[in-house]
């Protein structure tokens, strides 16, 4: 197998575990063996350690990608690769979270490690337009926070001076979707003094080797390093590294994340400000009081500072040489002394740059952040700051320590103390294995009762003059007696002389290291403030990105409460970055520094040594080899494995544990190979776990191969019975179809067919029916003729005995017969219809004459029985205005079509009418309305006219009270026109009592109506005929004597209007038409 021969090298073994003897020796010459041939990767178990070759291997070739892509982990030879694509198969296969933390001291290779899992990751998860940016944004993340965050140290050219830990997040196929950036408190003590021969960070030489003219004079920088203080005054090329084009490669970085050219701008000049910060001088002076005070040297440089960022250059000079304190609601102003001034400018040069460089990180952060709200797993790659000791080591060494001295901490946890205990809590059978814990130093630190960084806060916070040798004291009281602190004084009170000790400085026995701090400016940058006049004068500018970077300069948002000290957000920020990695399952890749030189090729075995030895491999090695590679829970172990046993697949019925034991049993693996814990399985060597997994692999493409067989045969199946029941649906209506067309055929021919043989059986019966009429005819023919001559010789017989007259009688008796037989199927319908069929024969006409006017009066007859009385009683009324008028007056042939209707005016339905109907009561025979004509002059007026059976009554039509009432008996004669006019004259007898003004003159549009029922009603209530004069000419009687009326036809009358004209006192002309 590949991976034996890869791994037991017999000269170098690619596994410490596999190494034989073990001793410090043989562990440091495998390594330097192994580094002296390019093999810089070696594991212990699934940890890698990585040497720093200092030059560059060809093992990094996309070839090499692919080559570690699904690979297994010990069948290649050991490579960073190896564990990025186990790291990387674990989150994507078996959703476990990953981190992987990279540990090592300063220069030992973790940013290079970190970018080239990334890089790894990058190249071996699927591709695609939308995964290839977000690939991408996230591998140039790094040139933009290394411009910003790294700079050249004693120890490493390219020094991270920042924690950094990324969170890359995946979606479930192991897609690339974005990622979060935490980064941990950035060296930046270094922006305004670094020690000789190492440098500021990469930007400010970046930008003033690769900004172009036009830039540099927009920021208003010169391209020389050496006129920035900041900067040492000194030019520092660095051999090999080209500024210019890595401040090309940063800016291109920036525009693939999506910074926009506004802000690439802003970014620059805030760290023009901050590099020109350094070149503003101050002079001291004197004021009138004696007090020193400093003001601006030469204004130049801070008027540029001001130009770029819209303030006012009173402002900044004001904020950088004077000082304001708020003491019991009064504002003092104090004047600064040179050197307050000098450190006012650096603070404000430091917090600018410290929060720029936050705001680098956040705006990265919105570019890569994951926008959807998917099920994400994530793998975490942490690099920070490696373990560092210089000759002066400061607070920011302190915290760098720190930090490492926690990842330490997990290291030790999860791979030796951890692990050895869940031995033990597994009855797994366990000799313990010895190591250092540096639990102690943690806590030596940390503590949140006596730690050093709590007796720094108290005493920051402390009232009164604080400085650190208050706090130095504090803490050689506190940990006088600490295995690993040390200081002057503690090691005086123990007699023992250290030279190496100087005067207000501690020591710290780390786990890599005794490291000798110099407790000056701890209280200063562990307070880390700003005066606020400064952050004030910022908060001012019109520069938005400098502007937004300083809030708390708002003067509305004054706050007296100190803001947290760094030491406290250090540890807070490492509390939660331990507890993300506790979360996740760790992958480490231990660096190691081969020399101190930074020399390709160079090992130094002392400086190795004491690497392996801080980083406890000795004991990684001895925990590895004498316990097992892996464990997991019996039930997670039999869903993973169970396919690889009849018994346990699908399904084990029995507990978790059993269930393994009998997995593994058939398994041919030897016994020492696995243990079984109370709640886990334990696997001793990898290779094992590697052949389950392979296996594994194995047994699930069999398995999908079978799911796949069987669904492609159901589908298939499926498949068929529909395309056979379609075929069948299809086959039974193509065949119902054609049976119905060869059935319509059938049908079509069978009617042809019947109709022939019926229309021939018809013809034959045709043929025979006729031959039968000829046959019965000719009988009946010869019968006729016979008959005939047996009648005429009987009729010869008779002749002569009087048989003529009754054969007379016989044919008048059937001539009159077929008369009347005609006659009543053509009499007349109607009454009105007068037609009547004439006289067939000469002899009938008087019976003819006869029967009509019998039929006529019979008909008349039914006609009257089947009227009402009403209708009868105005048939005679009909009858009997004929009788007067047809023919005599002109009017009469128009008041044919008017029905009589008695009732003009409605007197039961008015009730104005009530004193009229009772007049009338119930002998009411016609109401109508009249006009009178006036005796005197002849004009006319209406009135009301009421006949009853024995009055005739005219009332007043306003106030329907009868004016007069005259009795039928005093009428004496009426006289009318003989035209088309309603004018009549009614006479009275001159015994009348209400005749006393005479005659009356009238006028009815209902004149012939009147009159007949006026006459009607006399002739019943007297039984004598009313007098009727249809005259031209005619006398009237007055009250003032008679009148001679004259009827005269004229067009000046309207219609049935007559016009009346008194002519005198004895005459009267009525003009009709
Ligand atoms: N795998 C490698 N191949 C080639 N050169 C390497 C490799 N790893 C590291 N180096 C070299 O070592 C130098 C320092 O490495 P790196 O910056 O990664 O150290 P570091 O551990 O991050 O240090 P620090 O803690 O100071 O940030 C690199 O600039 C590079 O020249
Ligand atoms: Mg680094």
């Not at 975490?380 to 373990?387: A, N, R």
């Not at 009432?965 to 088309?980: A, G, N, Q």
């Not at 006393?996 to 002739?1019: C, N, P």
């Not at 067009?1051 to 009267?1068: D, E, I, L, Q, T």
Request: glycine share 6%.
């Amino acid at each position: 197998m590949e991976a034996t021969t890869s791994l037991l090298d017999a000269a170098a073994v690619g596994d410490l575990v596999l190494l034989d003897p073990l001793t410090e020796e043989s562990l440091l010459r495998t390594l330097q063996e192994r580094f002296q041939r390019g093999d810089i990767y070696t594991y212990i178990g699934s940890v890698v350690i990585s040497v720093n070759p200092y030059r560059s291997l060809p093992i990094y070739t996309p070839e090499k990608v692919q080559e570690y892509h699904n690979c297994s982990f010990f069948a290649v030879k050991p490579h960073i690769y190896a564990i990025a694509d186990d790291a990387y198969r674990s989150l994507r296969d078996r959703d476990q979270d990953q981190c992987i933390l990279i540990t090592g001291e300063s220069g030992a290779g973790k940013t290079e490690a970190s970018k080239l899992v990334m890089s790894y990751v990058a190249a071996v998860c699927s591709k695609g337009e939308e995964v290839d940016k977000v690939k991408e944004q996230l591998l140039q993340s790094n040139p933009v926070l290394e411009a910003f965050g790294n700079a050249k140290t004693i120890r490493n050219d390219n020094s991270s001076r920042f924690g950094k830990y990324m969170d890359v997040e995946f979606d479930f196929k192991g897609q690339p979707l974005g990622g979060v950036i935490s980064n941990y408190l950035l060296e930046k003590s270094r922006i305004v003094q670094h020690v000789k021969s190492e440098r500021n960070f990469h930007i400010f030489y970046q930008l003033l080797a690769g900004g172009s003219a036009q830039m540099l004079q927009q920021l208003k920088l010169r391209q020389d390093c050496r006129h920035y203080v900041y900067l040492n005054g000194e030019s520092s090329d660095l051999p090999g590294v080209d500024d210019a084009a890595n401040f090309r490669a940063m800016q291109d970085a920036m525009r693939v994340i999506g910074f926009s050219p506004t802000e690439v701008t802003a970014l620059l000049e805030v760290t023009a400000v901050v590099l020109k910060l350094g070149n503003v001088q101050l002079s001291s002076s004197f004021q009138a009081s004696g007090m020193e005070s400093c003001s601006i040297a030469e204004p130049q440089e801070l008027q540029e500072i001001c130009e770029l960022i819209g303030l006012d250059p009173g402002i900044l000079e004001q904020a950088l040489c004077t000082r304001t304190v708020k003491a019991r609601n009064e504002t003092v102003h104090t004047t600064l002394s040179v050197p307050q001034g000098y450190y006012g400018r650096d603070a404000l040069a430091k917090n600018i740059y410290s929060r720029l460089f936050d705001w680098l990180v956040n705006r990265i952060n919105t570019s890569i952040q994951v926008k959807s709200g998917n099920q994400r797993k994530v793998m975490g790659v942490l690099d920070i700051y490696g373990f560092e000791i210089f000759q002066d080591n400061s607070f920011e060494q302190f915290i760098i320590n720190y930090c490492n001295e926690k990842l330490q901490q997990i290291f030790i946890l999860m791979t030796l103390k951890e692990e050895q205990e869940e031995y033990i809590r597994e009855g797994i059978k366990w000799t313990p294995v010895e190591f250092f814990d540096n639990t102690i130093i943690c806590n030596l630190i940390e503590n949140s009762k006596g730690g050093i960084l709590a007796m720094l806060d108290e005493e920051c916070l402390r009232p009164g003059v604080v400085n650190e040798d208050t706090f130095l004291t504090k803490l050689n009281q506190l940990f006088a007696t600490h295995k690993h602190y040390e200081s002057r004084e503690t090691q005086n009170a123990r007699h023992i002389m250290d030279a190496s000790l100087p005067p207000r400085c501690f020591r710290i026995h780390h786990y890599a290291g005794k490291v000798t701090y110099n407790v000056t400016g701890f209280i200063e940058k562990n307070n880390d403030l700003l005066f606020r006049d400064l952050s004030q004068a910022m908060w001012a500018a019109r520069h938005a990105l400098l502007h937004s970077l300083f809030p708390e300069g708002d003067p509305q948002k004054v706050s007296l409460k100190l803001p947290p000290t760094a030491g406290f957000q250090f540890k807070a920020s490492v509390a939660t970055l331990m507890k993300n990695l506790y979360s996740k399952n760790p992958n480490y890749i231990r660096c190691i520094k081969p020399n101190e030189t930074k020399s390709a090729m160079l090992f130094t075995p002392e400086l190795v040594l004491e690497q392996v030895r801080y980083l406890g491999l000795m004991e990684n090695v001895r925990v590895r080899r004498a316990g097992y590679a892996f464990r997991q829970l019996y039930g997670s172990f039999l869903g993973r494995y169970k396919m690889l046993n009849r018994r346990t697949w699908p399904r084990w019925a029995g507990s978790d544990r059993e269930g393994a034991e009998v997995l593994l049993a058939e398994l041919p693996y030897p016994p020492e190979e696995r243990a079984f814990g109370h709640t886990k399985i334990f696997i001793r060597s990898p290779h094992t776990l590697f052949d389950l997994e392979r296996r594994r692999q194995e047994r699930v493409v069999q398995l999908a191969t079978l799911i796949q067989k069987i669904f492609r045969g159901w589908r298939c199946r499926t498949q068929y019975q529909l395309m056979r029941k379609s075929q069948i649906i299809i086959s039974a209506w193509f065949r119902g179809n054609a049976q119905k067309n060869k059935y319509k055929q059938m049908k079509r021919s069978a009617l042809l067919i019947q109709a022939y043989a019926r229309g021939w059986k018809s013809r034959r019966l045709l043929r025979e029916l006729k031959s039968q009429r000829q046959r019965h005819t000719a009988a009946a023919t010869i019968a006729a003729y016979w008959k005939g001559f047996q009648v005429r010789r009987a009729y010869r017989r008779y002749f002569r005995s009087g048989a003529s007259a009754c054969l007379a009688n016989f044919i008048y008796r059937r001539l009159v017969q077929k008369f009347l037989v005609g006659l009543e199927k053509n009499l007349p319908v109607s009454l009105m219809d007068r037609t009547w069929p004439p006289p067939p024969y000469k002899f009938l006409a008087n019976a003819n004459q006869e029967l009509k006017s019998i039929f006529y009066r019979w008909k008349c007859k039914k006609y009257r029985e089947q009227l009402t009385p009403q209708r009868k009683a105005l048939l005679q009324a009909k009858l009997c205005a004929s009788e007067l008028f047809k023919d005599k007056k002109t009017l009469y042939s128009k008041s044919l079509q008017q029905p009589f209707q008695g009732e003009y005016l409605g007197l039961t339905q008015n009730p104005k009418y009530q004193k009229l109907q009772a007049v009338a009561k119930d002998k009411l025979v016609m109401a109508d309305t009249v006009r009178k004509v006036n005796r005197a002059n002849g004009k006319t007026v209406p009135r009301l006219l009421l006949l009853t059976t024995k009055h005739l009554v005219l009332a007043d039509p306003k106030a329907a009270q009868p004016k007069t009432v005259l009795s039928l008996e005093d009428i004496r004669s009426v006289s009318v026109t003989r035209f088309s006019d309603g004018f009549l004259a009614l006479h009275l007898k001159e015994t009348s009592t209400v005749g006393a003004k005479g005659d009356f003159l009238l006028v009815s549009d209902h004149l012939i109506e009147l009159v007949t029922r006026l006459h009607q009603t006399l002739l019943e209530a007297t039984a004598q005929e009313l007098p009727l004069h249809i005259t031209d000419q005619f006398s009237t009687r007055f009250q003032k004597g008679d009148v001679a009326v004259t009827i005269v036809e004229s067009p000046k009358a309207g219609g049935a209007v007559p016009v009346c004209r008194k002519r005198g006192s004895h005459k009267m002309e009525i003009l009709v038409h």
